[in-house]
Nanobody, 120 residues
Framework: QVQLVESGGGLVQAGGSLRLSCAAS????????MGWYRQAPGKQRELVAR???????NYADSVKGRFTISRDNAKHTVYLQMNSLKPEDTAVYCC??????????????WGQGTQVTVSS
């Protein structure tokens, strides 16, 4: 069993910054890709950023140059540094982690979600 614990969401003014964290724990042998998704009210969930085990990253066009995804493999943690936040970044942000468990099965886990609200 694997658990994901997210932190770092909150309320911030436009132009401000937040840093999200997502820590995985449990029966982990290794972790492949890690990512962040978001879903705003009335909209579909979208990929915000993703990072592979080798460190390659990709971002949604709407956040390029403002958001940075990173990971600490020793801590099984993925981060999302969000700068120059805009009201349209308001959403529930969820982490997504591809885990190889200690019994060598691959699963995709989702965090519980953390609210990010950007006021204008």
């Amino acid at each position: 069993q694997v658990q994901l614990v997210e932190s770092g969401g909150g309320l911030v003014q436009a132009g401000g910054s937040l840093r999200l964290s997502c820590a995985a724990s449990g029966s982990i042998f290794s972790i492949n890709a890690m990512g962040w998704y978001r879903q705003a009210p009335g909209k579909q969930r979208e990929l915000v950023a993703r990072i592979t085990s080798g460190g390659s990253t990709n971002y949604a066009d709407s956040v390029k140059g403002r958001f940075t995804i990173s990971r600490d493999n020793a801590k099984h943690t993925v981060y999302l540094q969000m700068n120059s936040l805009k009201p349209e970044d308001t959403a529930v942000y969820c982490c997504n982690v591809e885990v190889i468990t200690t019994y060598y099965a691959e699963y995709v886990y989702w965090g519980q979600g953390t609210q990010v609200t950007v006021s204008s």
